[in-house]
């Protein structure tokens, strides 16, 4: 098995209940509290709520990013254009100690360092990239309180 580290984010329709249905389907071990984030790139859109997430796997990265397709088409995620608003964006931050690069996947992820919205969440999980979070200025990210975002409790640990 591997460790990997998801980030998710939403910022069309009902963001929280996007994030629920890929947390019930990955079925982590563990999930950073919610964060409401402004967007990046393309400025004209509602704000995101994103969170990050470790799951334990059995499928290969490859196999892992066809199934994050998979969940975020389940969503209706369009792709008209880069940093469009989507219901559901999952993406593989980190991925045990393997590196991959590649022209559809990169591991970790090649814009981990530098976008709070990823860093803050898996700083939660991970307090070792806290650093590279404190780093980063003019990135606000508004932790949410687990009651505002919506009940959701990852399953017990296996």
């Known amino acids: 098995m591997n460790s990997a580290y998801l980030g998710l984010g939403s910022n069309l329709g009902d963001r929280a209940a996007h994030l629920h249905f890929a947390l019930e389907a990955l079925q982590p071990r563990r999930v950073s509290p919610f964060?409401?984030?402004?967007?990046?790139?393309?400025?004209?859109?509602d704000a995101f709520?994103?969170?990050?997430?470790?799951i334990?796997?059995?499928?290969?990265?490859?196999?892992?990013?066809?199934?994050?397709?998979r969940l975020e088409n389940l969503r209706e995620r369009?792709?008209?254009f880069p940093n469009a608003p989507r219901t559901l964006d999952l993406?593989?931050?980190?991925?045990?100690?393997?590196?991959?690069?590649?022209?559809?996947?990169?591991?970790p992820?090649?814009?981990?360092?530098?976008?709070?919205?990823?860093?803050?969440?898996?700083?939660?999980?991970?307090?070792?990239?806290?650093?590279?979070l404190d780093r980063l200025s003019g990135q606000q990210v508004q932790?949410?309180?687990?009651?505002?975002?919506?009940?959701?409790?990852p399953p017990s640990p296996r």
Do not use: K, M
């Open 109 to 132: 992820h090649p814009r981990l360092a530098e976008r709070a919205f990823v860093l803050a969440p898996l700083a939660d999980l991970v307090p070792a990239y806290r650093p590279l």
């Open 35 to 45: 964060y409401e984030t402004a967007p990046v790139g393309f400025l004209d859109q």
């Open 143 to 153: 932790r949410l309180d687990a009651t505002a975002a919506g009940p959701f409790a």
């Open 56 to 69: 334990e796997t059995a499928l290969s990265p490859w196999a892992l990013l066809r199934e994050l397709h």
């Open 91 to 107: 993406d593989i931050l980190l991925y045990s100690n393997t590196v991959i690069r590649s022209p559809r996947l990169t591991i």
């Open 49 to 54: 709520l994103n969170c990050v997430c470790e």
């Open 78 to 80: 369009q792709r008209p």
